[in-house]
C-alpha cells in the first residue's frame, strides 16, 4: 500500500489545506477489478463512502452496510433526490457569510447530522476510509441484501427523536435504530 511516509504527508497537508467531503475522488484502482456497468460513477461512490465514514465508521460492518442501504433507499424513494449525492447533501442551505455566491448548510437542517453540524467534514482514518470506499462499491454493485428491511430512516439509540414516534421500527444494527414509514 502506501508508505508511512506518504500517510503522513498526506494527513498533514490535509489537515492544513482541508477538502470537504464532496470533492474526495474515488481512484481507478478502487473500482478496477469491478463490473464498470455496475458502478454508477465515482463521485456518487465518494458521497455514500463519506456518508457511511462520518455515520458509521465506528460500527460493525452489518452498520456500516445499513447506513449505505439507508440512503440508497432514499435514492429510490419519491420523497427524496433520485442520486447519492442529492441524498447524502440534501439540507437547508444559505448564502455564506464569507462568500455570499457560495451557499453552506444551514446548522442542524439536514438529512444527515455529520454534514450540518458545525464541525469541519473532513476524512481523517484514511485506513478506515479505504475500506469503506469498498464497502460502499460492494453494496452499489448488490454484493449484499438490505438489512434494513427497507428503512429511509434511523437515528442513534442514545437519543429520542419527536420524529420516531410516527415511524415503524424495522430493526436494531448497533447503535443505530431504523424505520420505515408508518403509512
Not at 481512484?27 to 460513477?41: G, L, N
Not at 428491511?149 to 429520542?160: R, T
Request: with cysteine.
Amino acid at each position: 500500500m502506501y508508505s508511512w511516509f506518504l500517510t503522513a504527508v498526506v494527513t498533514v497537508s490535509l489537515c492544513m489545506i482541508p477538502v470537504p467531503a464532496s470533492d474526495y475522488i474515488i481512484e481507478d484502482r478502487d473500482i478496477h477489478h469491478y463490473d464498470p456497468v455496475k458502478v454508477i460513477d465515482k463521485q456518487e461512490i465518494a458521497c455514500l463512502a463519506v456518508n457511511i465514514y462520518h455515520e458509521a465508521r465506528g460500527e460493525s460492518k452489518d452498520g456500516q452496510i445499513a447506513v449505505a442501504f439507508v440512503t440508497l433507499n432514499r435514492v429510490k424513494s419519491n420523497s427524496y433526490p433520485d442520486t447519492i449525492c442529492g441524498v447524502v447533501y440534501q439540507g437547508y442551505h444559505k448564502p455564506s457569510w464569507r462568500d455570499e455566491t457560495k451557499m453552506v448548510p444551514i446548522r442542524h437542517r439536514c438529512q444527515f447530522s455529520w454534514y450540518c453540524d458545525g464541525k469541519p467534514d473532513m476524512v481523517l482514518d484514511f485506513e478506515i476510509y479505504e475500506e469503506i470506499i469498498l464497502l460502499a462499491i460492494d453494496v452499489m454493485v448488490n454484493r449484499y441484501e438490505d438489512n434494513t428491511e427497507g428503512s429511509l430512516f434511523y437515528h442513534a439509540d442514545y437519543v429520542e427523536p419527536h420524529w420516531a414516534q410516527h415511524m415503524a421500527k424495522t430493526v436494531k444494527i448497533d447503535n443505530h435504530i431504523f424505520y420505515t414509514a408508518s403509512y
